[in-house]
């Protein structure tokens, strides 16, 4: 699993993988590659519990031991697994080395937060960037590093919990308290309702890892909003939080605004690629020709691929009962979009998943496989006629789904 195809680099980047993994999960069967993904990273984990910023190291001249702290691919890729394939032994054979990891970055902070990165949101749109440098210059790499010091945590405390480790739980419970408490004094400024430097990426970091005190979630998520209407629907972020951004709009009653963003085709954009012969997704914003980093080929800004299944289709698995035995249709009818046709293929089969607008609202068909369920949740203001239909047990359907006036 690398990064780019094209030049003598071809690594596994740790970082990339963050944000990367989820929309790969939904596009492809991957359960053999990602655990040979997770026993690499382990296998280049030193005593202490740092790992590297790429696996296999030994045959690498690039990246960092310690890894930059976004590497929590480390323990996303085993929790997406869980999800996604219900597999538990993933945990169970590298709960040892990921605590080691989350363990590592806390006996390395101060206040309570790591302070330090390489990377952070790695490769923003130029203008956005330090002098001559990919790193962000609106979005601290040591911001990132507290925040996903904050996400390992609380995933240690899930894993331990799922695996009966009681002490661990509680001790993960309590550290992951008090990290988010230290990264909302630090970076928070409640009067603005804004993260940091109030960057696309600050404000919709802090919406993903749902860390935000619940009452200024709304002025956050608006300030969010307001910065890319501000930008002409244009985004200013990097790698990691390309991901974020247009996930945390559509969470958050912005979907329209996401979805402007996304059908963009001026740069920085995907459309601006496509409007520049692209055929697959390139490494930067801009149309690099010359030496450097300039892959036209590149996975980390195809993540917006995730969106696709989780936001208009709403297929999301659910973490009590994992491998789609149980999950959850959560589509987001947004103006501007007529129709929607998704499938994913599951442990228990097919899930068939379209809707269209009609003469009278929306109609919702779903196919449900065998041995599993689902529940349906409309987005605030759309009710179906039949709210008992709304709970699918295993079977074809279609919903006739109304929005209020």
């Given amino acids: 699993m690398t990064d780019c195809p094209q030049r003598d680099e071809r690594l596994g980047w740790l970082n990339d993988l963050t944000v990367r993994l989820e929309e790969a999960i939904y596009n492809f069967e991957l359960p053999q590659l990602l655990r040979k993904v997770e026993q690499d990273i382990a296998d280049a984990q030193g005593p202490g519990g740092a790992i590297k910023d790429v696996a ?11 890894a930059d702290p976004v590497c929590s691919s480390f323990l996303l890729l085993p929790y997406l697994m869980y999800l996604h394939w219900a597999d538990k032994k993933i945990i169970e054979r590298h ?3 990921v605590r080691g990891w989350t363990l590592y970055l806390h006996k390395n902070s101060s206040d309570g937060l790591v302070d330090f990165g390489y990377y952070g949101d790695w490769a923003s749109p ?7 440098s990919p790193v962000s210059a609106i ?15 609380k995933l240690m405390g899930f894993f331990a919990s799922l695996l009966g480790k009681t002490q661990d739980q509680q001790m993960f419970g309590e550290l992951a308290q008090t990290a988010v408490a230290a990264f909302n004094a630090k970076y928070l400024d409640r009067q603005k309702g804004s993260y940091c430097t109030g ?15 619940p009452e200024i979630v709304p002025r956050v998520a608006a300030n969010l909003a307001q910065d890319v209407i501000a ?6 972020t990097g790698n990691i939080c390309t991901k974020y951004l247009p996930e945390m709009l559509a969470e958050h009653g912005y979907g329209d605004v ?3 963003l996304i059908c963009q085709r001026t740069y920085p954009s995907w459309g601006y690629m496509l409007e520049h012969g692209a ?3 390139w490494e930067r914003w801009e149309r690099e020709t010359k030496g450097g980093m300039n892959s036209h080929n590149h996975p980390m800004n195809a993540t917006i691929g995730s969106w696709f299944y989780k936001y208009l289709a709403g297929i999301l698995p659910d973490p009590v009962r994992p491998g789609f035995e149980r999950f959850f249709l959560k589509p987001y009818f947004l103006e501007g979009i007529d129709w929607v046709k998704c499938r994913l293929q599951t442990l228990y089969g097919l899930i068939e998943v379209r809707w269209e607008r009609t003469a009278a609202g929306i109609a919702l068909y779903a196919v449900v496989p065998s041995n599993s369920a689902a529940q349906v949740i409309l987005p605030e203001g759309y009710v179906a006629e039949d709210d008992q239909a709304l709970q699918l047990m295993s079977g074809r359907y279609r919903l006739e789904i109304k929005k209020l006036k």
């Fill in 199 to 213: 960057s696309q990426a600050c404000n919709s970091f802090a919406l993903w890892l749902e860390i935000v005190p």
């Fill in 139 to 153: 979005t601290p790499p040591a911001y990132m590093s507290a925040g996903f010091q904050c996400l390992n945590l």
């Fill in 231 to 236: 930008k002409d629907y244009h985004l200013s």
């Fill in 258 to 260: 996401a979805l402007k």
């Fill in 126 to 132: 130029i203008i956005y960037c330090q002098e001559e």
């Fill in 95 to 97: 709960y040892e080395a």
């Fill in 279 to 281: 055929t697959t997704v």
């Fill in 56 to 66: 296999p190291f030994s045959i690498s001249h690039f990246g960092n031991d310690p």
